[in-house]
């Protein structure tokens, strides 16, 4: 089993595979390609920002609109059940490490949302926000700073917070710091513009393309492992 971090020989920290910036953003990329699918070929509704769907749960319940609320509870429901997935694969792992796992996981459900007919979306996008929550769980850190792969508010936060230490002559770390934020926010976006050219071509078979993203994701781990052994033997 893969520690997540170990000291090297001159005393500086190293991050698993999982924190690399590669990895992360094949991973934004692919949030930002699932929440335009969701809304865009599965009934405007957003898999992986929650905030947006308790708000419109609440519009629905004030108007009394029990199946609307429904419709959008249940998204909701499922992210929560996905971060309790997450912590107990976490706590059973023992081939691959957990974070792996937990985009094996991910692949194969995402690929089957691509079979499930629109006339049954309300399921495809708990399964979305299913996945999307156990990814939310598992990758928290880019080189040792937290963020989000699926949703921009803490990125954007983030990015802010270091640009005006940059700003007030934080040097190079922190210019580093909110340049690494702002790179994870673009490429979010970039995952939704892929989404919304994706999905009028596709369809609902579109989230397969992010299959192929959390895959890339999964091979890389592989091989930042095998560089980081590599090393220890030299």
Not at 124 to 142: D, H, L, P
Not at 172 to 195: D, N, Q, S, V
Request: proline share 1%; net charge positive.
């Amino acid at each position: 089993m893969i520690h997540n971090t170990h000291k090297g020989l001159m005393g500086m920290k190293r991050t698993h595979a999982s924190d690399a910036w590669r990895v992360a953003a094949f991973l934004a990329l692919s949030g930002g390609f699932q929440d335009a699918y969701s809304f865009l070929a599965r009934g405007h509704v957003f898999a992986n920002a929650q905030t947006g769907n308790i708000v419109l749960f609440g519009t629905k319940v004030f108007a009394l609109d029990i199946a609307g609320a429904i419709h959008y509870l249940l998204p909701v429901t499922a992210f929560m059940l996905g971060v309790l997935a997450a912590f107990f694969l976490r706590r059973r792992s023992v081939t691959l490490h957990w974070r792996q796992e937990v985009l094996i996981v991910e692949v194969v459900l995402l690929f089957v949302v691509g079979f499930i007919p629109s006339g049954f979306d309300f399921a495809a996008n708990a399964i979305v926000s299913f996945t999307c929550a156990m990814q939310v769980q598992a990758f928290r850190k880019i080189h040792g700073n937290v963020y989000s792969s699926t949703m921009c508010i803490g990125n954007l936060r983030s990015f802010a917070e270091w640009g005006g230490r940059a700003l007030s002559g934080g040097g190079r770390r922190a210019w580093l710091r909110a340049e690494r934020y702002l790179g994870i926010i673009a490429l979010f976006a970039l995952g939704a513009t892929l989404g919304s050219l994706a999905v009028p071509k596709l369809g609902i078979r579109a989230i397969w393309c992010s299959c192929v993203l959390l895959v890339v994701s999964f091979a890389l781990m592989f091989e930042k492992r095998e560089l980081e052994q590599k090393s220890k033997t030299e």
